[in-house]
Structures are given as structure tokens and as C-alpha cells.
Nanobody, 119 residues
Framework: QVQLVESGGGLVQAGGSLRLSCVAS????????MGWFRQGPGKEVERVAA????????DYADSVKGRFTISRVNTKNTVYLQMNSLKPDDTAVYYC????????????WGQGTQVTVSS
């Protein structure tokens, strides 16, 4: 089992930046691929970015490519989401999630952190 705690959300003006962090409990962090998801007002959950267990592979939603960067530091049990050039459409609750290597679904989720981008 792994427990996830996100931090770093807040209010920022359009064009600004934020860095989200997600700390995982437990000693098996490297057995998990990690992802960041978001759900905006009235919108469905969207996978924003994903990173493999060793950081060697990343993937991004088209809506954030070139603006967001996912990374992880396994010695700190932490995954990050650096968000630059933020837009009002990026306003959402952002969730960190974990998926066991070779699994198809994310079955561990954090509580979420609110990101609000003002125009």
C-alpha cells in the first residue's frame, strides 16, 4: 500500500508558474508508475502527465505539452509537476496517483490540491 499527499497548489495569475509535489509513504515507491490528474469545474477527470517508475519515460496530455513537466526523485519518494505559462483553463483540483508497474489502472490517489489561475 502507498499513501499520497499533494502540496503546492494555490492562486496564481495567468502566465505564472506553480510546482506541485506529491510525497508517497512506504518503502516501495519504485514499484509504482506515477501520474498527475486534474478535474476542473464541470469537467471530467483528465490525466495531465505520467512518469514511469524509474523516470525514464514520461507522457503528457496535449493540453499541457511544452508547459508542464513531471519528474520524480525516488530517494525522496516524491513526484513533482512543474507548471509554467499557466492559463485560466488549468484551474482544477490536481491529484497525484500511483499505478503498480505493468498495471493498467491507478489505484492509489491523493486527496488533491486546488490550483486556481486568474485571468
Amino acid at each position: 500500500q502507498v499513501q499520497l499527499v499533494e502540496s503546492g497548489g494555490g492562486l496564481v495569475q495567468a502566465g505564472g508558474s506553480l510546482r506541485l509535489s506529491c510525497v508517497a509513504s512506504g518503502r516501495s515507491f519504485t514499484t509504482y508508475d506515477m501520474g498527475w490528474f486534474r478535474q476542473g469545474p464541470g469537467k471530467e477527470v483528465e490525466r495531465v502527465a505520467a512518469i514511469s517508475w524509474d523516470g525514464g519515460s514520461t507522457d503528457y496530455a496535449d493540453s499541457v505539452k511544452g508547459r508542464f513537466t513531471i519528474s520524480r526523485v525516488n530517494t525522496k519518494n516524491t513526484v513533482y509537476l512543474q507548471m509554467n505559462s499557466l492559463k485560466p483553463d488549468d484551474t482544477a483540483v490536481y491529484y497525484c496517483a500511483a499505478r503498480r508497474r505493468y498495471a493498467t489502472t491507478y489505484d492509489h490517489w491523493g486527496q488533491g490540491t486546488q490550483v486556481t489561475v486568474s485571468s
